[in-house]
């Protein structure tokens, strides 16, 4: 119980959502984060950024003084570019990253980006020309 109770650390992470607005949206990822920390008596304090899908001020405004990012799952392509800053502010930043299903398509297409130097990376999901079938 004590480990639950008093924490010796707290862990901060910046969650980046399009659905953040909505309580239970993410609450199974934030309870993993939760019970995950119980086994080392953290405490983790997840806070929630909308991606924005004009600027790169989303990971900025959510990830100061953060410990992680988690982008996770979600469709269609409002707020990609948003989540692609996220993963390339965490990158740059060197702050561990968590992309679950198409937050790790974002990290590779920033990646691929930004690293590799292919300025037009994308997924075929968010840009229907690229089907090659």
């Known amino acids: ?8 650390v707290e862990t901060r992470i910046a969650v980046v959502g399009k659905y953040i607005e909505l309580k239970d949206s993410y609450k199974s990822l934030v309870e993993a984060l939760a019970h995950g920390g119980i086994a080392t008596r953290r405490a983790s304090t997840c806070n929630g950024s909308t991606p924005s899908t004009s600027s790169a001020t989303a990971p900025r405004r959510s990830s100061p003084g953060v410990h992680g990012i988690l982008v996770p799952g979600g469709f269609g392509d409002r707020g990609i570019l948003g989540k692609i800053e996220a993963v390339r502010y965490a990158r740059e930043r060197r702050v561990p990253y968590l992309g679950i299903c198409l ?10 980006r930004n690293v590799c130097g292919l300025t037009g990376a994308s997924s075929s999901e968010f840009d229907a020309s690229r089907l090659t079938w």
């Open 1 to 8: 119980m004590r480990r639950v109770k008093s924490p010796l």
């Open 103 to 112: 937050g790790m398509q974002c990290a590779v297409i920033e990646y691929a």
